[in-house]
């Protein structure tokens, strides 16, 4: 077959899992990038792990739960073409690297992109992956007109695959597919685009797969209890070696204290997101706490579209009125960082010189005097209870909420669970029709879910916001093959958003999680992702 290629990328090479272990180790050593292996050869036992929200579906994309669902089911069941390389740094973003595929090239029209499929592989019930699985996924995504099209899986799909105008196998080891107008990242959206085996879902038909999930994924489904728990078993057959665990049991544990006293009893052997307050008598019983930076911004997104709040004077009083350092070392002890403007800092498009908004009350009440309401206002927010990476959204709230009190603007909290909020934003709607709404995201580790957050238009509510020139600059970004040049775009692009303001922008994350003495083996990335197969539990 004759391509033509405009770029090419070629699938990082994969080093056997005693490699993998032998670099967990050198990562060693607690409140840093990973938890060291306690032997070279450790293999086995079953990690418990409590999420700070419910489960997702585990139907492949339909998911539901954030990124923090993602990384601990639907990443461990499943594959795409893509998939980002964990384990090859721990002070950098990762890369996106082969999976099913193991290279791509795109045309010269910057549309067509052909993918060579990874040879050998199998789905975890035995089947062969092949460039009919590819089809058959798609069509189940995209084609209205496939027997296993759902709605919820067209609607989920699209954020990563609805770009996807054409797609046909054009031999046994290859695929095209076709976009429908030139997109960078595409190598990148592919590693959410995810593959099941077409024998499984034809067995149980797409209302009825979910209950029997089959991927490629390093680990293979047992049961669930739905939303609450999911237990997987380690898929030995796995085409990069199997994980040294035995079994992954994922619970769900919205309640901080919940995931404290877990750990401490023996009911999980690892947590996200520990309660700050607990770091310390953690750490004198042994705990391991992992923390590193990442792509994550804990906000507030304003309605621009209604008074105040569309002056940006108001909004960057706002902003001058919020104590980050306090929220960050005192309420959160150290485990996020104060964020000053829109980019976090652990991603490429994070401007140093960038930081606009301090701690200045003062510069915050004289904002309020000069867009007419120097005695401020009422206002209100939704906020969840808990959920992926949010934190501790409510305390951290409440804080934001006396800070904006010294200045005037007296906010009411309105409370809901993560699921319901971002479901309300799906729809285009705010969760108890409030006028903000707090919450955390990724803003370049998922370069397609950028301009759904600051592009004019988007189907999901953010709060209105629009800015023609950032539109125009994420256009033309998302459209280079090169990620330095999409990253400086986005630099221009999110300066521009950094000065209208609005977000309340708060802190980003460093990731935490608590591992029990036992666990072993963990390499702690600068992502929202996470691989399980060096892990193990003595």
């Keep these: 077959m004759t391509r033509t290629a405009r770029t090419r990328s070629r699938a990082v090479a994969l080093p056997a899992a005693v490699a993998l272990l032998t670099a967990a180790a050198g990562c060693a050593g607690t409140d840093g990038a990973g938890t060291g292996a306690g ?280 902003n001058y009125a919020i104590d980050r350092g306090a929220i960050a070392d005192t309420l959160l002890h150290g485990t996020a960082d104060p964020a000053y403007q829109a980019a976090p800092r652990a991603t490429a498009a994070y401007d140093p010189a960038g930081d606009a908004y301090s701690y200045d009350p003062a510069r915050a009440r004289q904002l309020l005097a000069e867009a007419g309401v120097p005695n401020g206002f009422a206002t209100s927010v939704t906020v969840p209870t808990g959920g992926s990476g949010n934190l501790l959204p409510v305390p951290i709230a409440e804080a934001i909420q006396r800070d904006l009190a010294a200045v005037g603007i007296r906010a009411e909290l309105r409370t809901t669970d993560w699921t319901t909020l971002i479901g309300a934003e799906a729809k285009g709607q705010v969760a108890l029709g409030s006028d903000a709404v707090a919450q955390s995201t990724t803003l370049f580790q998922s370069e397609a879910l950028l301009p759904l957050f600051v592009g004019s238009g988007s189907p999901f509510w953010t709060g209105h916001y629009a800015n023609p020139q950032v539109d125009e600059l994420l256009a033309a970004s998302a459209a280079d093959t090169d990620q330095s040049a999409r990253q400086a775009g986005y630099r221009k692009a999110l300066a521009l958003v950094t000065q209208d303001a609005p977000w309340l922008f708060v802190v980003n994350d460093r990731n935490p999680r608590a591992l029990s003495p036992k666990v072993h083996g963990l390499v702690q990335p600068r992502s929202w992702f996470i691989d399980l197969t060096t892990v193990w539990v003595r």
Excluded: C, M
């Design 39 to 318: 032997g070279g050869d450790g293999r086995g036992g079953t990690l418990v792990i409590g999420a700070t929200g419910k489960l997702p579906n585990p139907d492949t994309v339909i998911g539901g739960a954030g990124f923090e669902g993602k990384r601990l089911v639907s990443f461990q069941l499943y594959e795409g073409l893509t998939r980002y390389e964990l384990l090859q740094g721990t002070d950098r973003p990762p890369v996106v690297t082969g999976a099913l595929a193991t290279d791509w090239q795109v045309a010269a029209d910057h549309r067509t992109w052909t993918f060579t499929l990874r040879k050998g592989v199998t789905f975890q019930d035995g089947t062969p992956f092949d460039a009919d699985a590819v089809v058959f996924n798609l069509a189940r995504y995209l084609d209205k007109g496939s027997p296993e099209y759902t709605d919820a899986l067209g609607a989920a799909a699209a954020e990563y695959a609805g770009d996807i105008v054409s797609y046909r196998k054009t031999d046994a080891d290859h695929v095209e597919l076709v976009t429908k107008q030139p997109n960078g990242h595409f190598p990148e959206d592919l590693a959410h685009v995810l593959i099941a085996s077409p024998t499984a879902v034809r067995r149980t038909g797409s209302a009825n797969f979910a209950q029997h999930p089959v991927g490629t994924g390093p680990f293979s489904f047992v049961s669930q209890t739905e939303g609450q728990q999911i237990e997987l078993a380690a898929n030995k057959g796995y085409w990069r070696g199997a994980p040294r665990l035995d079994r992954l049991v994922v619970k769900a544990l919205p309640d901080a204290a919940a995931r404290t006293a877990a750990l401490r009893s023996g009911g999980a052997n690892w947590i996200e997101y520990p309660n700050p307050d607990d770091l310390d008598s953690l750490r004198a019983d042994g705990v391991t706490v992992a923390t590193n930076s990442y792509d994550h911004l804990w906000y507030w997104i304003l309605d621009t579209s209604k008074a105040p709040w569309n002056n940006p004077l108001v909004r960057r009083a706002a």
